[in-house]
C-alpha cells in the first residue's frame, strides 16, 4: 500500500493531530486541473495536500483540503462504525492512554471503551479529523 486518502476541512489541524500520533509531515502542495482533476474525476478541481509519513517509513496517509470544488460533507456526518465503506484506519501505539490523553486538545473522542483483547492488545476506536474512525491498539507485554 502506498498511501491512505483523508480529505478534512481544516487542513493544519489534522496534520497536527496526525503528527501527535508521531507522524511526519513529509511534504506539502496544491493540485488541480489537468492530470489531477482527470485522475479524481472533478473537473477543474483544486486540493491542497500534505503528505503524513509513518514513523516507521512505510506508510502514508495523504491529507487533503478542497479548494474548489468545496468539500461536500457525507449523512449523517458522524457515520457509526457499521456504515458501509471504509470503515477506519489503526495505530500501533506504545502507551494507549497516553495517546489518548494526547490526542484530546486535537478533538480526539473515544467511540466506545477502551477494551483488552486477551492479554493481546489493548484497543480502542476514537474520532479522529472530520469524524473519520480511527483504530488505536497497544500490544501488551508478556
Known amino acids: 500500500m502506498d498511501n491512505v486518502g483523508?480529505?478534512?476541512?481544516?487542513?493544519?489541524?489534522?496534520?497536527?493531530?496526525?503528527?501527535?500520533?508521531?507522524?511526519?509531515?513529509?511534504?506539502?502542495?496544491?493540485?488541480?486541473?489537468g492530470?489531477?482533476?482527470?485522475v479524481v474525476g472533478i473537473d477543474d478541481h483544486?486540493?491542497?495536500?500534505?503528505?503524513?509519513?509513518?514513523?516507521?517509513?512505510?506508510?502514508?496517509?495523504?491529507?487533503?483540503?478542497?479548494?474548489k470544488p468545496a468539500a461536500i460533507s457525507p449523512d449523517p456526518k458522524t457515520p457509526p462504525a457499521n456504515t458501509l465503506g471504509l470503515h477506519r484506519v489503526m495505530f500501533a501505539v506504545d502507551d494507549l492512554e497516553d495517546t489518548l490523553?494526547?490526542?484530546k486538545p486535537h478533538g480526539a473522542e473515544l467511540v466506545g471503551e477502551v477494551e483488552?483483547?486477551?492479554?493481546?492488545?489493548l484497543l480502542c476506536y476514537i474520532r479522529g479529523p472530520e469524524g473519520?474512525?480511527?483504530?488505536?491498539?497497544?500490544?501488551?507485554?508478556?
Open 101 to 103: 490523553t494526547r490526542l
Open 6 to 33: 483523508i480529505v478534512v476541512d481544516d487542513l493544519e489541524a489534522a496534520i497536527a493531530f496526525f503528527a501527535e500520533l508521531g507522524m511526519e509531515l513529509e511534504g506539502r502542495m496544491t493540485v488541480g486541473g
Open 46 to 67: 483544486q486540493a491542497d495536500i500534505a503528505m503524513m509519513l509513518t514513523p516507521d517509513g512505510h506508510s502514508k496517509l495523504e491529507l487533503m483540503t478542497y479548494l
Open 116 to 121: 483488552r483483547f486477551e492479554d493481546i492488545f
Open 132 to 142: 473519520i474512525i480511527i483504530g488505536l491498539a497497544e500490544q501488551l507485554k508478556p
Open 35 to 38: 492530470w489531477a482533476s482527470r
